[in-house]
């Protein structure tokens, strides 16, 4: 059983810069895929950015790609999300979700570990 815990989010203004962390604890870390979703008020959740277990392969949604980086430290069970320039459309829940296997996947129905989120509000 996987335990994560996202930190990080909070208010910020358009054109911020923001980090959003994900502690995982509980199993071998590098063994999942891990992906960033985020659900937007009164809309369905989002995939955000995906990284495989080995971090080699990594994947960015069409609404941020150029903006967000995905990065993981293996060591320390943490994933993190850099988000630059964002913009008051990000404005969201963010999650991180862990799957088996080490590969990362855009269907958030493939995650099988979530953790609480954390608000992101970008203000104009």
């Known amino acids: 059983q996987v335990q994560l815990v996202e930190s990080g989010g909070g208010l910020v203004q358009a054109g911020d810069s923001l980090r959003l962390s994900c502690a995982a604890s509980?199993?071998?870390?590098?063994?999942?895929?891990m992906g960033w979703f985020r659900q937007p008020p009164g809309k369905e959740r989002e995939f955000v950015a995906g990284i495989s277990g080995d971090a080699i392969s990594k994947y960015y949604g069409d609404s941020v790609k150029g903006r967000v980086t995905i990065s993981r430290d293996n060591a320390k069970g943490t994933v993190y999300l850099q988000m630059i320039s964002v913009k008051p459309e990000d404005t969201a829940v963010y999650y991180c979700?862990?799957?088996?296997?080490?590969?990362?996947?855009?269907?958030?129905?493939?995650?099988?570990?979530w953790g609480q989120g954390t608000q992101v509000t970008v203000s104009s």
């Open positions: 979700a862990a799957v088996n296997g080490g590969n990362w996947y855009l269907n958030p129905n493939w995650y099988n570990y």
């Open positions: 509980g199993g071998t870390f590098s063994n999942y895929g």
